[in-house]
């Protein structure tokens, strides 16, 4: 069983930093993608930034320049480090990944974790 476990949400200021980490434990032999995505109250859930099979960074145009994608050389586990935090970035943000378990592709995500940008 696929389990993605996320960490380090929080309540930050405007203009500070935050860390999220994510872990990915079961069979995770085959990680085709892994990333985050968030959601803020009453809007669709959108990329923050994942990394493809390719060996691709891909970052949401709201956050680019700002947020910092990285992933361990254990490849199950990512982090978004996050700076210049504004209120509009208050979101549940999510882990995603993309694994492939006995042949069989499909995506699994995480529970979530509260990120909030106020003064």
């Known amino acids: 069983q696929v389990q993605l476990v996320e960490s380090g949400g929080g309540l930050v200021q405007p203009g500070g930093s935050l860390r999220l980490s994510c872990t990915a434990s079961?069979?995770?032999?085959?990680?085709?993608?892994m990333g985050w995505y968030r959601q803020a109250p009453g809007k669709q859930r959108e990329l923050v930034a994942d990394?493809?099979?390719?060996?691709?960074?891909n970052y949401g145009d709201s956050v680019r320049g700002r947020f910092i994608f990285s992933r361990a050389s254990a490849k199950n586990t990512v982090s978004l480090q996050m700076n210049s935090l504004k209120p509009e970035d208050t979101a549940v943000y999510y882990c995603?990944?993309?694994?492939?378990?006995?042949?069989?592709?499909?995506?699994?995500w995480g529970q979530g974790t509260q990120v909030t940008v106020s003064s």
């Open positions: 995603s990944a993309n694994i492939a378990v006995n042949g069989i592709e499909r995506d699994y």
């Open positions: 990394l493809s099979s390719s060996g691709i960074t």
């Open positions: 079961g069979p995770t032999f085959s990680i085709n993608r």
